[in-house]
């Protein structure tokens, strides 16, 4: 018998890792996330001052992606500001607008022609670590059609409930369950891996859902659907809470930050052009950074983390416990956030 581990083998999975294209769904209205999202599209958010997607984009390049197709349709415009044709990030970015929303599945169908071989498909909120290395070995493994990447969360009613039989197979796929419903805690990660022939089933030019769609419709009848548990950081970033969660987590270290051009004080991190007092203090957990020509006045006090904005400026006296100040605000002296 042949060794697994073969040169040929191992130049194969190192083919296929840079064959990956991705195709990242970022066309929501993200409501819950209002009014933020009034002026900005949930992906183009800042979050540590980047605009979100740019944490997902930097972590695709990584791991070998450099096709990346944007379903756009709130606020398009946005998304190219950020991010143009992808060069800056060292990837070949492109763009897919919906003129209505075609809802996750509808998105997937717009794209057909993007999908050649195994193609990656993400939602545009989620702030993840994931093994693509991995994940797709599962993927090939199971033989699967479609494979969901999975994390297990304390109340999945939030999510869509993936259920799956020992081998590791999806038996149930439940969107925004009911307490009563749940079976399980592995949930929908947000990412899945596609052969193109799962989107025969999709109607092209509809309103059409992946979740409460495809999904069941492939199970019904009975084709190969397969979970994959990832054990890498998870957030959906969709709610203020959780958007507050993502900076808190990354100054804290769960995430890792893209920390090029910063400079280091103590438990600041500096962008150009920013100035901290050396009397401005901080509790000693986590990090706080300062954007682009931002200023800390004396006494300003920090606990925890804290993120401020390009020109954000801090007075004396003012308190900031897990902050997060977008670009160009003032926070007066003696403030408490
Ligand atoms: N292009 C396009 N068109 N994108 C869309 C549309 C659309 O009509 N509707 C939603 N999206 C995008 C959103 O921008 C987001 O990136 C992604 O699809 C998921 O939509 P959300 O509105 O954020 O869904 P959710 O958070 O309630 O639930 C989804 O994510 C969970 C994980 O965070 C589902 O996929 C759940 O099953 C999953 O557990
Ligand atoms: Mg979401």
Sequence with gaps: MRSLKTPERAGFAILCRFLMRALILTGGLGTR?????????????????????????????????????????????????????????????????????LGTGGAVRQALTFFKGTTLVLNGDVLQRLDLASFRRAHASLRAEVSIALTRVADPTQFGLVETDRKGLVKRFL??????????????????????????????G???????????????????????????????????????????????????????????????????GAKLSPRAVHDGRGQVLLGRGAAVAAGARFSGAGCLGAGVRVAEGAVLNDCVVLDAARIGAEARL
């Design 33 to 101: 996330l209002r009014p933020l999202t009034l002026t900005l599209p949930k992906p183009i958010l800042p979050v540590v001052n980047r605009p979100f997607l740019e944490h997902q984009l930097l972590d695709l390049r990584r791991q070998g992606v450099r096709e990346v197709l944007l379903a756009t349709g709130y606020k398009p415009a946005a998304f190219a500001r950020a991010f143009g044709n992808g060069a800056r990030l060292g990837l070949k970015l492109r763009y897919a607008h919906e003129t209505r929303p």
């Design 175 to 204: 969107e925004k369950p009911s307490v009563e419903e749940l079976t399980c805690d592995t949930i929908n990660a947000g990412a899945y891996l596609f052969e193109p022939s799962a989107l025969d089933l999709i109607p092209p």
């Design 206 to 272: 509809v309103l059409y859902s992946l979740e409460r769609g495809l999904f069941p419709e492939l199970l019904k009848r009975g084709r190969r659907m397969a979970g994959w548990v990832s054990h890498g950081y998870w957030l959906d970033i969709g709610t203020h809470d959780k958007y507050l969660q993502a900076h808190v987590d990354g100054l804290g270290g769960a995430w890792p930050l893209p920390l090029g051009g910063l400079r280091r004080r103590g438990p600041f991190l500096l962008d150009r």
